[in-house]
């Protein structure tokens, strides 16, 4: 089963993206680790992205493509991904689309989170992310076991800079201009589907994991 999952920053999707891969076995490719990975090691891709991560806009879709297109080349994408955080542009669906034929593979779904401004304020300034594996955290609504350790791998949990209110807001005027002739494009081909991010993570993950059930069923 091959997978997308998109929606607006602080919707979700990572969440649902790492209970979706332990469910049904799948490799989760999350763009936003793969570029902090290169920020923190300092190479030039890394200090690339960091120009525009720092501002809180899309890094452009020409170092994406590149470091998502090597990554589904990999012999272990074989049984199953998922892709968090990427496409989020028009033109990175339809590059998505080129590579994916090059592999001689497709994605069965694209999973939309959807969430109201207000309610991503309020999730994203309260958001905590691992520094070393990348799991996501909130201090209300998803706590770790312990306020500032990772529950997986005991890493330090910090605050982005780019979880700062004024930046969120861009974040989501960017997100909105850029995004939604791509969700626009995946409706057309008739393979996405809109779930409800402001249930709570487990009611949000049990309605993503009967519908997928129910399409490997069909």
């Known amino acids: 089963m091959h997978l997308v999952i998109v929606g607006p920053p602080g919707a979700g999707k990572g969440t649902q993206a790492e209970k979706l891969s332990r ?15 290169a920020v923190k090691e300092g190479t030039e ?10 501002k ?18 990999n012999p272990e994408v074989a049984g199953g991904v998922i892709l968090d955080g990427f496409p989020r542009t028009l033109a ?3 590059a998505l689309d080129k590579v994916l034929q090059e592999l001689g593979t497709d994605f069965q779904a694209v999973i939309n989170v959807e969430v109201d401004e207000e309610e991503l304020i309020n ?28 529950d997986y791998c005991g890493g330090e949990l910090y605050q982005r800079s780019d ?7 861009e974040r989501l005027v960017i997100y909105k201009k850029k995004t939604q002739p791509m969700i626009e494009y995946y409706q057309r081909k ?11 993570i487990d009611d949000v993950f049990a309605d993503i994991k009967a519908y997928l059930e129910s399409k490997k069923e069909g």
């Open 45 to 54: 891709m890394g200090r690339k992205a960091k120009e525009y991560m720092d």
């Open 92 to 94: 990175q669906a339809e």
């Open 56 to 73: 809180g806009t899309l890094v452009p879709d020409e170092i994406v493509i590149g470091i998502v297109r090597e990554r589904l080349a």
């Open 23 to 37: 469910e049904f076995s799948l490799l989760h490719i999350s763009t936003s680790y793969i570029f902090r990975n």
């Open 123 to 150: 999730r994203l300034t309260g958001r905590r992310v691992c520094r070393n594996c990348g799991t996501i955290y909130h201090i209300k609504f998803y706590p770790p076991k312990v306020r500032t350790i990772c």
């Open 190 to 200: 008739g393979i996405i589907k809109n779930f409800d991010g402001a249930k709570k």
């Open 163 to 169: 979880d700062a209110i004024d930046t969120i807001k």
